[in-house]
C-alpha cells in the first residue's frame, strides 16, 4: 500500500493507517482484517470521517479513542453481512429432526442474525412444528452490529429476497407491502414476536443470554477470527450449550483443530465432547 493519498482519493490512507484499523477492530471485535481488505475498509471508514467532518484517518483514530460511543460505528462500518432466507438447507432440516427428538427443547440461539434472514428461518421451522406461533420455545436472535439488527427487527424485505421461500410458506409467513412500501414484504408480527433480539460481542466474556442453549445456529462468523478466539468463543458456547444440544457452523467452517472442545455429528453440525464444559444448569 501506498504511504500516499491513493490516485483518485480525497483521504491520505497509509500501511500505518490500515494497521491501526486491524488493531482496533481486532481489540473491540477480536475480527482478523486480512491484508486483502485495505480498499474495504478505505471506502466505509470515509463514510463515518465525512459524517464526523474530520480531516482525515488519523484525526478518526483519535476521535474513536476519545469516543466510546463511536466503537460500534467503527464495527458495524467494517462488519460484512450476508445472510438469505433457509441458506444452507439442510441445516433447517437438521432443525426439524432435532425439535421432533427433543420435545423439551426451550431455547435457540441465532449468534450471527444480520438482517433477521437467519432467525426468521428458524422462526418458521419451529412454528411449523407446533402447528402455531405461540410456542414454549425461546428464539435469541443476536449481532455485534446494531445497525443490522434494527433492520431485523423491523422484518421488511425487498420482495425479492423471498423468491427462494415456498410458496406455501410465502402465504403464511409474510405480508405483501402497498403504497410507500409497493414491492417489499413484511414477516408477519406473530413470527416478529417469536424472536427476542439483542446485541452481543461474542469475544465479551459475559453474554445477556439464559442457558442452557438447546441449539445454537453460528454460521460462518469463526472465520473472522484467529485460533485462538475461536478456541475462547467455542469453549464459552459449549458451556452454554445443553448437554444433548447442537452447534451449527457455516459450510466453510471447520473445527478439527478443537478435539478436545467439539466433535461433528453430520455435516458441518457439532456436539460439544462429552465430559469436557457442557453446561447443566440454567441460570
Known amino acids: 500500500m501506498s504511504e500516499l493519498r491513493p490516485l483518485g482519493k480525497e483521504y491520505i490512507f497509509t500501511s500505518a493507517h490500515f494497521n491501526t484499523v486491524k488493531s482496533l477492530l481486532y481489540q473491540f471485535a477480536g475480527i482478523k482484517l486480512a491484508e486483502s481488505k485495505d480498499a474495504m475498509v478505505y471506502s466505509r471508514l470515509v463514510r463515518r470521517i465525512r459524517a464526523l467532518k474530520l480531516p482525515g484517518f488519523s484525526d478518526y483514530f483519535d476521535y474513536l479513542q476519545a469516543n466510546e460511543s463511536e466503537h460500534q460505528e467503527f464495527i458495524n462500518a467494517l462488519t460484512t453481512n450476508q445472510t438469505a432466507f433457509f441458506r444452507e438447507p439442510h441445516h433447517f432440516e437438521v432443525l426439524k429432526r432435532h425439535l421432533q427428538a427433543h420435545p423439551q427443547t426451550k431455547r435457540i440461539w441465532c449468534a450471527a442474525s444480520s438482517t433477521g434472514e437467519e432467525p426468521y428461518s428458524i422462526a418458521m421451522v419451529v412454528a411449523e412444528h407446533f402447528g402455531r406461533f405461540n410456542t414454549p420455545i425461546e428464539i435469541i436472535a443476536s449481532d455485534i452490529d446494531s445497525a443490522v439488527l434494527k433492520k431485523a427487527q423491523l422484518g421488511i424485505y425487498p420482495i425479492e ?14 405480508q405483501r407491502g402497498k403504497g410507500a412500501q409497493l414491492g417489499n414484504v413484511r414477516v408477519v408480527p406473530e413470527l416478529r414476536q417469536m424472536l427476542q433480539f439483542t446485541r452481543i460481542n461474542l469475544v465479551d466474556n459475559f453474554w445477556s443470554i439464559k442457558t442452557p442453549i438447546d441449539i445454537i445456529f453460528c454460521r460462518n462468523v469463526m472465520i473472522y477470527f484467529d485460533k ?12 452454554s450449550l445443553a448437554e ?27 456436539k460439544a465432547v462429552k465430559g469436557s464444559v457442557s453446561a447443566k444448569t440454567e441460570y
Request: hydrophobic share 40%; aromatic share 12%; net charge negative.
Open 161 to 174: 429476497r423471498i423468491e427462494t421461500v415456498s410458496d406455501e410458506r410465502k402465504k403464511m409467513f409474510f
Open 244 to 270: 444433548d444440544g447442537l452447534y451449527i457452523a457455516g459450510h466453510s467452517e471447520n473445527f478439527n483443530m478443537f478435539p478436545q472442545i467439539i466433535t461433528p455429528v453430520g455435516q458441518t453440525t457439532y
Open 228 to 239: 485462538a478466539t475461536q478456541e475462547s468463543i467455542l469453549k464459552h458456547m459449549m458451556l
